[in-house]
């Protein structure tokens, strides 16, 4: 083939993207598209945290009004908090602003595109593109988006075609997720990581408890004295929680890779065993510490023994008010 008979893929369309509004969410997308080529040409930005994340992470892009950046867009991303879309899609609807044939995306997970409908009805094409991520509101998380999956909902297979578009541009997954489903897929995942926070800091408060008082015999416990570079020697008055924290990391990691490698086989611990006096003493202990991380660990201990089908004495006691 001659170069002249050679003909180039054409390189994907460069949208112009405006963001409404630069939290951490619309942020981390907006460098993310601008970095595989989109523009993002202005943003919505009312906090003092928003309007410096905005001037630092998308310094291209213009900080104006919510229907100044939805004029300017091509592709306007709506990155509020769920209970304000419906609002924010009404009084856009209102405007006049939203042209036929913008596509206009939520980042909202609970949501699907049925709270689009003011602007799907104005001809926009309306998709909802959830990053199944965290976000800290640091550089960090955009690039921790190349490695997410994206619950996606679209009303067509051409709204679907561009929702995934979008994503592997972005370097990450396209998940579809049923509009009716919706609700149930951000209860999976806020079930699986934001009670996972709350799960690991209450092990980490009472482990930080169990660990507080005097150092190994012979050793200063004092934590600016360390032994020679290599030792494993461990400094047990380490401030605030971060002894606690790294005694614990190492096996809240393989717990979580192992769970996600082979399911409920990867239950261990005395629920597993069906040990009713190590639950018991468990109960009795962290009730000292705080009766809230007790009820935590009860209601844990009872889904774990129905799960693996513990004795039903167990189940009973779990079930009880002991």
Do not use: W
């Not at 003909?7 to 993310?32: F, H, K, M």
């Not at 023994?305 to 002991?322: P, T």
């Amino acid at each position: 083939m001659t170069s002249s008979e050679f003909t180039a893929d054409p390189a994907p369309a460069r949208l112009t993207v405006g963001i409404v509004s630069a939290g951490r969410v619309g942020t981390a997308l907006g460098e993310a598209l601008e970095r595989v080529g989109h523009l993002v040409v202005g943003c919505s930005a009312v906090s003092e945290d928003s309007r410096h994340r905005a001037a630092t992470r998308l310094p291209d892009s213009q900080i104006l009004p919510i229907d100044e950046v939805a004029t300017r867009a091509e592709l306007l991303v709506l990155s509020v908090p769920d209970y304000e879309l419906a609002s924010l899609a009404s009084g856009l609807a209102a405007t006049g602003v939203i042209a036929p044939g913008k596509l206009v995306v939520h980042t909202s997970g609970a949501n699907g595109i049925g709270v689009l409908a003011p602007l799907t009805a104005l001809g926009a094409i309306p998709l909802a593109i959830h990053p199944a991520m965290t976000f800290t509101g640091h550089s960090e998380d955009t690039d921790r988006l190349a490695s997410a999956c994206f619950g996606i909902t679209a009303s067509d297979e051409i709204g679907y075609a561009v929702a995934q578009a979008l994503v592997l541009e972005l370097g990450g997954e396209p998940v579809h997720v049923a509009e009716a489903n919706r609700a149930l897929y951000h209860a999976a995942l806020a079930h699986g990581s934001n009670h996972l926070v709350t799960l690991i800091a209450d092990a980490v408060d009472a482990l930080r408890v169990a660990l507080d008082g005097p150092g190994f015999p012979g050793i200063d416990p004092e934590p600016d004295i360390y032994a020679e570079p290599g030792s494993e020697r461990i400094a047990r008055s380490e401030p605030g929680n971060a002894l606690a924290q790294r005694v614990l990391a190492p096996l809240v990691t393989a717990a979580l890779e192992n769970v996600l490698r082979s399911g409920q086989s990867a239950l261990t611990g005395p629920v597993a065993r069906g040990d009713l006096g190590a639950v018991r003493k468990h109960l009795e202990v962290l009730t000292a510490v705080d009766p809230r991380i007790a009820a935590g660990y009860r209601a844990l201990s009872l889904r774990s023994a129905q799960r693996v089908d513990a004795g039903a004495e167990l189940v009973e006691f779990l079930e009880g008010e002991q």
